[in-house]
């Protein structure tokens, strides 16, 4: 498995995984305006598409929620970044990739030494994936509505970090 950036041509396999059930019942925001946003590459986000053998099987992003234009998170401090993540593949899914996928987005994530808190937001009905980011090594933090949805923050701290952040 290997993370490359995501780039136009992505389209086609991004809009075909916003139909898969599993992908369409795990996302809080089901339009991610794939046309536009694919030629944008602002600050505050990475998107990544992962490959295996060459064929592209899932997508990633990383945000720095303190920049993040709409402001999703809230007011931030710096420090932070957040992850989305799904493998759009069926056949793809419960082989290991998508730790794969998560182990290096966290390891790009605290390769910015001023980076102590990873942030994820599953669904709260989406309990495979709890399970999924618990054994990643997350820390369930409280239960937040964002928009009409209600979803389990999970937060993941830098190892090292004695700093004490919220
Ligand atoms: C969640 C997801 C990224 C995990 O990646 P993966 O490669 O399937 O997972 P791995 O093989 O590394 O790890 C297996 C664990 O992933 C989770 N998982 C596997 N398939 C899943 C699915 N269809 N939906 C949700 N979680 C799933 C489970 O926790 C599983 O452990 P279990 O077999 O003990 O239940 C991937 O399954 C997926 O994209 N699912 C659909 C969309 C989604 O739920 N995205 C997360 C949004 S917060």
Same mark, same amino acid.
């Given at each position: 498995?290997?993370?490359?950036?995501?780039?136009?041509?992505?389209?086609?396999?991004?809009?075909?995984?916003?139909?898969?059930?599993?992908?369409?019942?795990?996302?809080?925001?089901?339009?991610?305006?794939?046309?536009?946003?694919?030629?944008?590459?602002?600050?505050?986000?990475?998107?990544?598409?992962?490959?295996?053998? /060459?064929?592209?099987?899932?997508? +990633?992003? %990383?945000?720095? !929620? #303190?920049?993040?234009?709409?402001? &999703?998170?809230?007011? $931030?401090?710096? /420090?932070?970044?957040?992850?989305? +993540?799904? %493998?759009?593949? !069926? #056949?793809?899914r419960?082989?290991? &990739?998508?730790a794969? $996928?998560?182990?290096?987005?966290?390891?790009?994530?605290?390769?910015?030494?001023?980076?102590?808190?990873?942030?994820?937001?599953?669904?709260?009905?989406?309990?495979?994936?709890?399970?999924?980011?618990e054994?990643?090594?997350?820390?369930?933090?409280?239960?937040?509505?964002?928009?009409?949805?209600?979803?389990?923050?999970?937060?993941?701290?830098?190892?090292?970090?004695?700093?004490?952040?919220?």
């Amino acid at each position: 498995m290997a993370l490359r950036p995501a780039a136009p041509a992505d389209l086609s396999h991004l809009r075909r995984w916003d139909q898969d059930p599993d992908v369409r019942a795990s996302l809080i925001d089901s339009d991610w305006h794939w046309e536009t946003e694919l030629h944008r590459q602002p600050a505050w986000r990475e998107w990544f598409i992962a490959e295996v053998d /060459g064929r592209p099987i899932g997508f +990633i992003q %990383i945000i720095d !929620p #303190e920049h993040e234009e709409s402001q &999703y998170w809230g007011c $931030m401090k710096a /420090g932070h970044r957040a992850i989305d +993540i799904w %493998i759009g593949e !069926p #056949e793809a899914r419960g082989r290991g &990739y998508g730790a794969q $996928m998560m182990e290096q987005a966290i390891e790009r994530c605290f390769a910015d030494p001023s980076v102590h808190t990873i942030l994820i937001d599953p669904l709260e009905s989406n309990t495979r994936s709890h399970r999924f980011y618990e054994n990643l090594g997350f820390e369930y933090v409280v239960c937040r509505t964002f928009g009409d949805d209600r979803c389990s923050v999970y937060k993941l701290t830098r190892p090292d970090d004695t700093r004490g952040h919220a």
